[in-house]
């Protein structure tokens, strides 16, 4: 496939027949096992959310202590994204996927059984450690189908997935915390162990049938495998990427990352708007319960709201993440269609962050409207996840996306996914009230945002190229601030982040 059209262009550019058939033939079981797969890793790590309207309460956990549950996570999900990213593309990404999926449903079910902070903050731990692989093994595996300038939609699979399992999550789990004390078992503890089960049989099922590239799509005719392994890595590297790449190649990968400018900038523009969004996410169910209460602005601020109210917090937590699911799929879209990323990205964090400040003022007034500014601000934030993966796909080849895009994950998720919900716990304990975390989180995503306009000028200078070249034009043109787009010791690459795309 030849160099994709212009930033501006209305839609990516055409795949020849043999290539666009073999996409829509395999596309049927890709997106939904990546789609599955997103929504047990997503229902499995944030089910603490919903268990700990009862759960703080039962084992007499402040903030403090349910702000670091949630954020230790993210701790070994950080720093062993790459690491993870790297065996996967040694053994393969398909058994590296299945591994590592059985791995997080046991450690989950397991999570059940705690009865200690420390018990909990180890299960968290080892919970990181095996989703760390799960998001860069996803988002190779879907790059080696799509070509850069449509993989937008693709990845909003992965991020509608997670929003998914929130949205159902959340009626499963009010229904499961009604269990409290049948057997014996708190509601709590019900919750936790009947959601993990399913994600070792969705790991079986990923080593039977997801195929890791179109060269292993058995069921398709040898021509429609090759037409678009060339149409996804273009003629130059579609030979080498039919190999697993060596140690030697990787740690290019990772140097040819660090080395681009725009990089940085997306990593530190990543790192505080995940801190804003996951803080949202792991702290919804709560902070509804609080708004139910009347004590979310107020001295008497909880950790929960009480077995009383966590039931009808956990239900009303639904709306926000329906309406984060079509703001995601929305915001893809448009920007696949327009072949535009930074934009796509700055501009909804920024309107997320300015509604987020509003929050306390508008809760006084009204619960309903506090809870409308909770379910925009959250729409706003979630909205640019699957766009800022694809900006950041586009800093090498399809075949390396794994540990480019892993190591910008693990930088964003590591620190970024840690240091929100403790802040927000950590504000809330000490200020008790939400308010003062509602403004901790707005400014960070408001910071982000400035960021990301700083990219988005610089590229519209010409600085960044147009960023709307697909991964098929094998080397690109133009490096991150100019040269031959060629990455150091063969890591190939297409220059800057093309695409202004996470």
Same mark, same amino acid.
């Given at each position: @496939? ?38 047990? @890793? ?38 062993? =994204? ?55 093994? @996803? ?23 997670? =929003? ?15 269990? *409290? ?18 994600s070792i049989l969705l790991g079986l099922a990923i080593w039977a049938a997801l195929p890791a590239d179109p060269l292993s799509a058995w069921w398709l005719p040898a021509e429609q495998r090759e037409a678009l392994h060339q149409a996804v890595h273009g003629a130059e590297m579609a030979d080498e990427a039919r190999v697993r790449p ?14 681009? /400018? ?23 169910? %709560? ?48 920007? *696949? ?24 003022? +508008? ?10 500014? #909770? ?9 640019? =996840?699957?766009?800022? +993966?694809?900006?950041?796909?586009? %800093?090498? /080849?399809?075949?390396?996306?794994? #540990? ?16 929100? /919900?403790v802040v927000t716990g950590a504000v809330v304990r000490q200020l008790h009230s939400f308010e003062f975390a509602a403004l901790a989180m707005a400014s960070v995503l408001l910071a982000s945002s400035l960021i990301l306009f700083g990219v988005l000028v610089w590229e519209r200078r010409g600085g960044g190229g147009d960023g709307s ?34």
């Open positions: @496939m030849g160099p994709a059209a212009r930033v501006g262009s209305v839609g990516p550019a055409e795949l020849e027949p043999l290539a666009q058939e073999a996409l829509r033939r395999t596309s049927f079981l890709v997106i939904p096992l990546i789609g599955a797969a997103s929504f047990m @890793m997503a229902l499995d790590r944030g089910n603490l959310a919903f268990a700990a309207t009862q759960m703080n309460a039962d084992l007499k956990f402040d903030a403090t202590t349910y702000g670091l549950a949630a954020g230790i996570f993210y701790a070994a999900l950080g720093p062993l =994204q790459v690491p993870s990213a790297a065996v996967g593309m040694r053994v393969g990404m398909r058994w590296w996927l299945g591994f590592i999926t059985i791995g997080w449903g046991v450690v989950a079910t397991c999570t059940s059984l705690v009865n200690t902070a420390g018990q909990l903050y180890l299960c968290r731990l080892l919970l990181g450690a095996f989703e760390a692989g799960a998001a860069p093994a @996803m988002y190779h595996i879907l790059a080696a189908y799509y070509p850069t300038d449509r993989l937008a939609k693709p990845y909003s699979a992965i991020f509608v997935g997670g =929003q998914l399992s929130l949205i159902v999550s959340a009626p499963l789990s009010a229904a499961l915390l009604t269990l *409290d004390g049948v057997r014996g078992l708190d509601g709590w503890r019900w919750l936790l162990l009947i959601e993990g089960l399913p060596s140690l030697r190649k990787m740690w290019a990968t990772l140097v040819a990352t660090v080395r681009q /400018p725009v990089a940085w900038a997306l990593t530190a523009a990543g790192v505080l708007w995940v801190m804003c969004s996951f803080s949202l996410g792991a702290w919804v169910p %709560i902070l509804i319960s609080n708004l139910l209460n009347g004590t979310a602005l107020s001295s008497a601020t909880a950790v929960g709201g009480g077995k009383a109210k966590s039931v009808q917090a956990t239900l009303l937590s639904t709306v926000p993440f329906v309406t984060a699911t079509f703001a995601v799929l929305a915001n893809a879209w448009h920007s *696949d269609r327009t072949r535009e990323r930074t934009a796509h990205i700055a501009v909804p964090n920024l309107v997320g962050g300015v509604l987020l400040a509003c929050f306390g003022a +508008v809760a006084r007034r009204s619960v309903a409207g506090g809870f409308a500014i #909770i379910t925009l601000s959250l729409a706003c934030a979630f909205a640019t =996840q699957s766009v800022f +993966v694809a900006r950041a796909a586009a %800093i090498m /080849p399809a075949s390396q996306t794994a #540990i480019s895009v892993g190591l910008l994950n693990a930088v964003c998720a590591g620190l970024g996914g840690f240091l929100g /919900p070249k697909g991964k098929g034009n094998g080397g690109g043109s133009g490096g991150g601030g100019g040269g031959d787009g060629k990455a150091p010791d063969g890591a190939g690459g297409s220059g800057d982040l093309e695409m202004p795309r996470r």
